[in-house]
């Protein structure tokens, strides 16, 4: 009989690498909020090298959603400028497996499905610029409450390429009113991060509906005094991604992210080699 | 007889899109430094869509020298992201042409030569730092005397992306040894536009043998009281295409910039369309 995974807390003392191996070796296949502090933690999008031009090209057209921290070689698992012997077969907790613009799997390694022609492209996420806000005295309430971040379709077009295109996802945080120009300057300072809020107010300047009625993750109530804030959302590439019907697209499951080396605080996302 | 092309004193006070009028439409060919103050201006890098992917990943290990702004689509000239109606075979005062990694001829246009299988790239430069600089209080000599900023090949290794690897070229400016930790902060504000400085003090730390010898530009002396700072130069991407031997590459010439509708201080450098 094999040993039991490990738990989200035996983890939580580990440096990036050593939860990279618990992932590996270990089995641990939960989600990595809270995991290796301070180290930046990244969206993927795998897919074919036929694509992979287009799609950067996508990704720079839409920097606040689309934050490229690194992309591999054509064909090689490894990404030497986020982290040390990182394997992208392996060394994340959950993946999601796209054929056609359709979810088929969910699974817990790639190494069956990896081929020469793949191209991995990490995107910054949510993490960084949340954990720089509470270290600046703006609670984050979806955190505090141990919620998923409400998630929403907005009007907002995207900058076309190729054959991505798509509307922007948001994310929503509620902030004290007197502290919503704070919360601006702060995420700006991490464009690796999704930056600045995309705007703030009443939601249907942005074709939302109803706040309370995320279209992903769990609904976090706007109290008196507080404004919703929105964000760029890492959930619109993988949406873009499902809509473009590749052949074969692999991204992390939400939530089960790749930790990198790098300091979530860092002037660029590359590791000096 | 046609009229004599405008001087750089008749374009002065010209918005972004009428300098590229100028240059379109006028025969302006001369350099672009403190024209349309405000707005990003760009190195470009021109070349066949079969090694652009190479090269996104080159630009993404070594953002510092090599920070992408504006990526066109696929044999389209146009590149609306960075301004309106911009005309990249037109728009740009001198190119230089580059065949199996030779030098071949400096053009005012390149119609003649555009391909449906040409890729641009632009780049940010110094400019934009330059002025946050200068506006902070930070002299910077070479633009107070007219010269040309020093440029030195460096022994800094970059990381490599299939054919293209190489060196890092650097910049200097010196500045007060009071204010070198405030030229870290400002510049680090615009990673569009090579960030913070990648080191101050030694040259020979860099490999630099003698900081009145550039490898290009004029000689700046560092005077008492002065430290000499170093920053990624966007002459670094124009080496390593040179070495990568491509059997066509199309780049600005020197100091003859892309002038893009994009404010120098906008969060990204995606116009909104």
């Keep these: 009989m094999s040993p039991l995974p ?26 990595t909020a809270g995991l290796a502090a301070g180290k930046l ?7 074919p090298a036929q694509d992979a031009l287009d799609f950067l090209r996508f990704c720079q057209r839409n920097p606040k959603p689309c934050p ?20 992208i077969r392996t060394d994340v ?20 499905l990896w081929r020469d ?4 492209v990490a995107l910054g996420c949510s993490f960084t610029f949340e954990n720089a806000l509470i270290a600046n005295g703006i609670p ?3 955190i505090e409450s141990d919620q998923t971040v409400p998630m929403f379709k907005s009007n907002i077009a995207l900058t076309p390429a190729g054959r991505f295109a798509g509307e922007m996802v ?49 609904p976090v109530e706007v109290q008196d005094g507080e404004i919703p804030v929105y964000w760029a959302c890492g959930v619109t590439p993988q949406n873009v991604l499902l809509a473009a019907n590749l052949p ?26």
């Design 6 to 31: 490990p738990r989200h807390a035996d983890l939580s003392h580990l440096t990036a690498d050593q939860v990279r191996l618990a992932i590996r070796q270990d089995g641990y296949a939960r989600h």
């Design 41 to 47: 933690q990244c969206n993927l999008a795998i897919l």
């Design 68 to 87: 490229v921290v690194g992309i591999s070689d054509t064909g090689n698992p490894f990404m030497p400028t986020l982290g040390h012997d990182i394997d």
């Design 93 to 112: 907790p959950r993946y999601r497996v796209f054929r056609n613009g359709q979810f088929t799997d969910e699974i817990t390694d790639i190494k069956a």
């Design 117 to 120: 022609d793949l191209v991995t």
């Design 140 to 142: 984050v309430r979806h």
């Design 170 to 218: 948001v994310t929503m945080r509620p902030v004290a009113a007197g502290r919503v120009q704070d919360a601006y300057q702060i995420s700006r300072a991490f464009p690796q991060a999704h930056g600045a809020p995309i705007g703030h107010g009443d939601p249907a300047q942005f074709g939302i509906a109803d706040l309370m009625k995320p279209d992903w993750g769990d």
């Design 248 to 273: 074969l697209c692999i991204t992390h499951a939400p939530g089960h992210m790749l930790i990198a080396d790098v300091a979530e605080d860092a002037e660029t996302t590359i590791l000096k080699t």
